[in-house]
């Protein structure tokens, strides 16, 4: 199974999730890795290295035109590594862009150190040199045609056949271009790659500037929040109502109690026989004795009809008085009104213990409304 590897390492080109899904598919089978490849991630490209390394099947990188920078690391994960007659195999140190305060810049320098001996240590293994010589090689950002990969070690086979005519088309900017290589590119696409690159380095620049700014404006807003939630916390401290004691809050609620109590036997004592049910409902629905009042009256006036069998003919002579009674129990409140010149007729009327016991009832009602 052969598996391309034509494009820069992470971002938009080859990424490690991709490459594994296409070393799964190989199944332990031979795996023939081909690479032209300027680099990209350092990261992404030593997650693809130990994909090849960890593969349980037999490996072999073929570089058809270039494997720089992240590039050759991942060319050395496999067993075997052959160069095409024309291609060129490139090593340098890691580099980065960064931006922020000195702190940043020496902790983004102090990082590329621990990734470079990382790869110190993997082209030493593989070449059997000495690290002193591999960062000499580094420092210097070698290129090794075909005869001097061989010779080197990073290459074990050279192969033979139609020379290509390599040329560099690469977003990277290199230090020690061969010039052989240069002279293949053509001066528009030389312009056009220094363009492109000059255009990210500025959108990289102004992401970084609006990225600090950014970051600028979310502390200033997050100080502003802090000190509105202080003067909030303060206003409420300074707004809290002053706490009852012990003492207070049973007085407070012994007052309660003895209110309910009376409120519920004034309402209780201003029903009429027969209206217990209301009683109960009026009491749960907690209004007060001068509303319950109107509510006696007015169902006293509505269901009269239903107890006249069995109420006396005085009683029934004080229900035609309330039918004739006004609707609104305020209208009533005066004196020398025409509904107590009734009221003070039907009571004049009115014979026997019964029937004085339910004109009281109406007085009083009236009185409470």
Same mark, same amino acid.
């Given at each position: 199974?052969?598996?391309?590897?034509?494009?820069?390492?992470?971002?938009?080109?080859?990424?490690?999730?991709?490459?594994?899904?296409?070393?799964?598919?190989?199944?332990?089978?031979?795996?023939?890795?081909?690479?032209?490849?300027? #680099? #990209?991630?350092?990261?992404?490209?030593?997650?693809?290295?130990?994909?090849?390394?960890?593969?349980?099947?037999?490996?072999?990188?073929?570089?058809?035109?270039?494997?720089?920078?992240?590039?050759?690391?991942?060319?050395?994960?496999?067993?075997?590594?052959?160069?095409?007659?024309?291609?060129?195999?490139?090593?340098?140190?890691?580099?980065?862009?960064?931006?922020?305060?000195? !702190?940043?810049?020496?902790? @983004?320098?102090?990082?590329?150190?621990?990734?470079?001996?990382?790869? $110190?240590?993997?082209?030493?293994?593989?070449?059997?040199?000495?690290?002193? *010589?591999?960062?000499?090689?580094?420092?210097?950002?070698?290129?090794?045609?075909?005869?001097?990969?061989?010779?080197?070690? %990073?290459? /074990?086979?050279?192969?033979? #056949?139609?020379?290509?005519?390599?040329?560099?088309?690469?977003?990277?900017?290199?230090?020690?271009?061969?010039? *052989?290589?240069?002279?293949?590119?053509?001066?528009?696409?030389?312009?056009?790659?220094?363009?492109?690159?000059?255009?990210?380095?500025?959108?990289?620049?102004?992401?970084?500037?609006? =990225?600090?700014?950014? =970051?600028?404006?979310?502390?200033?807003?997050?100080?502003?929040?802090?000190?509105?939630?202080?003067?909030?916390?303060?206003?409420?401290?300074?707004?809290?109502?002053?706490?009852?004691?012990?003492?207070?809050?049973?007085?407070?609620?012994?007052? @309660?109690?003895?209110?309910?109590?009376?409120?519920?036997?004034?309402?209780?004592?201003?029903? %009429?026989?027969?209206?217990?049910?209301? $009683?109960? /409902?009026?009491?749960?629905? #907690?209004?007060? @004795?001068?509303?319950?009042?109107?509510? %006696?009256?007015?169902?006293?006036?509505?269901?009269?009809?239903?107890?006249?069998?069995?109420?006396?003919?005085?009683?029934?002579?004080?229900?035609?008085?309330?039918?004739? @009674?006004?609707?609104?129990?305020?209208?009533?409140?005066?004196?020398?009104?025409?509904?107590?010149?009734?009221?003070?007729?039907?009571?004049?009327?009115? !014979?026997?213990?019964? /029937?004085?016991?339910?004109?009281?009832?109406?007085?009083?009602?009236?009185?409470?409304?």
């Amino acid at each position: 199974m052969t598996i391309l590897l034509f494009d820069e390492i992470g971002g938009m080109g080859v990424t490690p999730d991709v490459f594994a899904l296409e070393l799964d598919r190989a199944n332990g089978e031979a795996v023939e890795i081909r690479i032209n490849s300027g #680099g #990209g991630s350092v990261f992404d490209g030593l997650a693809i290295y130990n994909l090849i390394k960890d593969y349980e099947g037999p490996t072999t990188v073929i570089v058809d035109g270039l494997a720089a920078s992240i590039a050759s690391v991942i060319a050395l994960g496999a067993d075997k590594l052959v160069m095409n007659e024309g291609s060129f195999f490139m090593i340098h140190n890691p580099w980065t862009i960064s931006g922020g305060e000195s !702190k940043d810049l020496r902790q @983004a320098a102090d990082i590329l150190d621990k990734i470079q001996s990382q790869i $110190v240590d993997i082209y030493a293994s593989a070449t059997g040199k000495d690290a002193a *010589e591999i960062i000499a090689l580094m420092d210097a950002e070698t290129w090794l045609n075909p005869d001097e990969a061989l010779e080197m070690g %990073f290459a /074990q086979e050279i192969k033979s #056949g139609l020379k290509i005519a390599a040329a560099l088309k690469t977003k990277y900017i290199f230090n020690n271009i061969p010039q *052989e290589l240069v002279s293949n590119m053509d001066e528009k696409e030389i312009k056009a790659e220094v363009a492109e690159v000059e255009v990210e380095a500025v959108e990289l620049v102004e992401d970084l500037i609006a =990225e600090v700014e950014t =970051e600028e404006i979310v502390a200033e807003v997050e100080v502003e929040i802090e000190a509105e939630a202080e003067v909030e916390t303060k206003v409420e401290i300074e707004e809290a109502p002053k706490a009852y004691s012990e003492e207070e809050l049973k007085n407070a609620v012994a007052l @309660a109690l003895s209110d309910e109590r009376e409120r519920q036997s004034e309402i209780k004592n201003l029903a %009429f026989d027969g209206q217990d049910k209301l $009683v109960n /409902q009026l009491i749960e629905e #907690g209004i007060s @004795a001068k509303d319950a009042a109107a509510r %006696f009256i007015n169902d006293y006036k509505e269901n009269g009809a239903l107890i006249k069998s069995e109420a006396p003919k005085a009683k029934l002579d004080l229900l035609a008085f309330n039918s004739s @009674a006004p609707q609104s129990l305020e209208d009533g409140n005066s004196e020398g009104s025409n509904e107590l010149d009734i009221l003070n007729k039907a009571w004049s009327e009115a !014979k026997g213990a019964e /029937q004085a016991k339910i004109m009281n009832k109406i007085v009083k009602l009236k009185k409470q409304a």
